[in-house]
């Protein structure tokens, strides 16, 4: 008798880490798979955040950490906001969590009631859909298309604005996408936005540097946005700090002195080696980075040219992030190898058991005719990937 709760029962499983995991038992059963379903980057952490915290353990930290971050971490931050940004914050607007995935939830439990609608410009960063549904809050889904490169219009998002609709989140660069957008388009959404005072804004930026146009643009840069939007980031990505687990936010002080009153009950503060070791990459120049982001250009521009080759793979040219976005609903309905592809999911585990190589299913990013295929992975593993695809729907 399953006496769990409606909670847990009712919460979906990551996609993208369950993709991983079937990778890793079929691996385990001796299988060669090639593995393009994780948003990690495949570089080692650079040297000197590794030195950095190697000193911190030689100097004996410890202890418990604040739980809103270190005093000097928060001080890194917000020299990061101002340089990188344009971004004015203070202290108390700072809490550094364990991942900006913790940072979405400490937000979602702190501004959500029961009832609450967030606006998701689909495709969405898998998770978002089931934390703000974890704090009571509904979902609404704006689907996007390729052909406007999955970019949510104003147009969109004034018509899904209900009396309900209390937040809109959105990643930029976009994960599963790539898509970034312009400080044009955000204009038009902020103007929008202007009609209806109660509405925050939820800016995850955790791809920021991983940018292939330049220009990032954080939508807390207008004035009139500043003090009803909460910019997310973190350092998994630009440094290859993905299990170091740091993430923070900037936003009004209200909000993050209730993320703060939340983490405390929950977790306390982030592990204190990580965040010495992040001192020292916020502190750094951004070009210290520009080496993977060089690296992660010229998979992309590899990957699209190859998936070109493969009639029914729809690609566009995505400007940040690590993943390229196909839509692939030109097979649905047929069948091939005695399987039948009814949709994304159907074709994402059709590729894992036929061509071994590891995607994940566009349905679980609230886009279900595309999958996401990442390119952080070496120039070698994607040409044998893409390379199996083919002749596996040949």
Known sequence: MNQLSDRINNLATSATLAMAAKARELRAEGKDIIGLSLGEPDFNTPEFIKNAAIEAINQNYNSYTPVDGYVDLKQAIITK??????????????????????????????????GDEVILPCPYWVSYSDIVKLSDGVPV???????????????????????????????????????VYSKEELRALADVLQKHPNIYVVSDEIYEHINFVGGHFSMAEFDDMYDRTITVNGVSKAFAMTGWRIGFIGAPDWIARACNKMQGQITSGANCIAQ??????????????????????????????????????????????????????????????????????????FLLEEALVATVTGEAFGNPDCIRISYAASQDEIKEAIKRIKAALS
């Open 276 to 349: 010495r070791a992040t001192i020292t990459a916020l502190e750094a120049d951004p070009s210290s980075i520009k080496y993977m982001v060089d690296e992660f250009k010229e998979r992309r521009q590899l990957i699209l040219s190859l998936l070109s080759e493969i009639e029914g793979f729809k690609t566009n040219e995505p400007e940040g992030a690590f993943y390229v976005f196909p839509n692939i609903s030109a097979y649905f309905g047929k069948t091939i190898k005695g399987k039948t592809i009814n949709n994304a999911s159907d074709f994402s585990l």
């Open 141 to 179: 889904e704006v689907q996007t298309s390729i052909d406007n490169d999955f970019k949510m219009t104003a147009e969109q998002l004034e018509a899904a604005i209900t009396p309900k609709t209390k937040m809109i989140w959105y990643s930029s660069p976009c994960n599963p996408s790539g898509s």
């Open 81 to 114: 906001f101002k340089r990188d940004n344009n971004l004015n914050y203070t202290l108390p607007q700072i809490v550094v969590s364990t991942g900006a995935k913790q940072a979405l939830a400490n937000i979602a439990a702190v501004m959500l009631n029961a």
